[in-house]
């Protein structure tokens, strides 16, 4: 890897996006995926776990087609090694997986999620919030890279895709949720940390 071309992305996505307070909030990850998937389109979910989140795409959009690849065998799913994946696709979900390969493998990742999608396709993936402790230490032992939002968006840059927008992603109950988001912001950007659990990108094959 090139580092210093590395550098050279995590400086045009710093331009787009200044700093972490700058991403605009989402509670849910699904509003998100409903804008940029269309009826009928192929989709693959890589960490599916349970393939929840095809049922929920489906209830809104029910000519999609879901595929889902995961590594546990003790649950169903169309794919259990990303070799077995047939066809193309217009979406790609990964959802908290990235985090749990190292650099090499997280890039070599990316770089066959870009083969897998038709040009123009899209990748919709989220990692823990590094600016968030509690979240980043929640899974210890399994986490190899904390990944910045800036690091991340210069990763897909270098594998291919053109970053179209990087959420923060936190939910609570409704009064929490106005306290942190309204009140307590200007305390944390002090501490330097953040509320938002995860970080959501939406990048496009280019």
């Given at each position: ?60 959009l029910p000519r999609v087609e879901y595929r889902s690849m995961d ?130 990108v939406v990048a496009k094959r280019n």
């Open positions: 890897m090139d580092w210093s071309e590395l550098n050279c992305y995590r400086e045009s996505i710093h331009k787009r996006f200044p700093g972490i307070w700058d991403l605009k909030i989402v509670k849910k990850r699904l509003p998100v995926l409903l804008k940029h998937i269309q009826n009928g389109d192929r989709i693959l979910e890589i960490g599916a776990y349970d393939r929840k989140l095809g049922e929920k795409i489906k209830a809104h590594i546990d065998r003790s649950l169903y799913h169309d794919y259990y090694t990303l070799k077995d994946v047939e066809g193309k696709f217009n979406e790609v979900l990964l959802f908290e997986v990235i985090e749990h390969l190292d650099v090499e493998e997280g890039v070599k990742l990316l770089k066959k999620i870009h083969e897998l999608l038709y040009p123009g396709g899209k990748l919709i993936l989220s990692t823990p919030n590094v600016m968030n402790p509690v979240r980043v230490w929640q899974d210890g032992l399994t986490h190899r890279v904390r990944y910045y939002y800036e690091e991340l968006g210069s990763l897909l840059l270098s594998q291919g895709f053109e970053v179209v927008h990087i959420y923060r992603v936190f939910n609570d109950a409704f009064f929490r949720y106005l306290v942190k988001v309204y009140l307590f912001s200007l305390l944390h950007r002090y501490l330097g940390i953040d509320f938002a659990k995860s970080i959501l």
